[in-house]
């Protein structure tokens, strides 16, 4: 139990169409990254939030996107789904960076049709 | 920028056998070094972690690793494993300065027979 927690944990969209995934990190953690992890590789950093600033970004297009809420609970938005969007979508949060521990929730499965 | 690599993609052993599994990371800069596990259907645990002093790393369930800097590996080891010890594990790697970005290798899934 990492006390973070994902929602919903399994959907299934239609190509082209929005979805939003949400996550409510540990208790008094202010940092929220966001992995995607496709079936069979490991997880690909998206982007990272700090106190409600996207202060990271990894190699993904624009239509990815995320807010971070002043309770430090986040989402993660993806438009125009593309059936490679198929994956297991981790949240993770910490206190600051730098080595302090990372903890992940059990993700949200989602599968473009 | 940094990479992770898992050499090994499966590793089969037998219950209460020892096990390793190996690590190597390419940085131009200091890193912190992690390995995490995943059960099926699961999120990710963190199994131990390597921030500095001593090389040798101790973390939950029995597993250990050591942090090697002349030749960048990192392997995760265990003297004996058990059923339960069955699952995907990943090896992940921070750039000290870089915020809490994680780059993670493909992952390596450790089999226990009987």
């Known amino acids: 139990e990492t006390g973070v927690t994902q929602s919903p944990t399994h959907l299934i969209k239609t190509r082209g169409q929005q979805v939003t995934l949400r996550c409510s990190s540990q208790s008094g953690h202010n940092t929220v990254s966001w992995y995607q992890q496709a079936l069979g590789q490991g997880p690909q950093f998206i982007f990272q939030?700090?106190?409600?600033?996207?202060?990271g970004r990894g190699n993904f297009p624009p239509r990815f996107s995320g807010l971070q809420f002043p309770n430090y609970s986040s989402e993660l938005n993806v438009n125009a789904l593309e059936l490679d969007d198929s994956a297991l979508y981790l949240c993770a949060s910490s206190l600051g960076y730098s080595g302090n521990t990372i903890y992940f929730g059990e993700g949200s499965w989602l599968t473009v049709v | 920028a940094q990479s992770v690599t898992q050499l090994d993609s499966q590793v089969p052993v037998f219950e209460e056998a020892p096990v390793e599994l190996r690590c190597n990371y390419s940085?131009?800069?200091?890193?912190?070094l992690f390995w995490y596990v995943q059960y099926p259907n699961q999120g990710l645990q963190l199994l131990l972690k390597y921030l500095s002093g001593s090389t040798l790393v101790k973390g939950i369930n029995g597993f250990e690793a050591e942090f090697n800097k002349s030749q960048t590996s990192f392997h995760l080891r265990k003297p004996s494993v058990h059923i339960s010890d069955t699952a995907e594990y990943f090896c992940?790697?921070?750039?000290?300065?870089?915020?809490?970005?994680?780059?993670f290798g493909t992952g390596t899934q450790l089999k226990v027979e009987l």
């Open positions: 992940a790697v921070i750039s000290t300065g870089g915020g809490n970005k994680l780059t």
């Open positions: 940085s131009s800069v200091s890193v912190y």
């Open positions: 939030y700090y106190r409600e600033e996207e202060n």
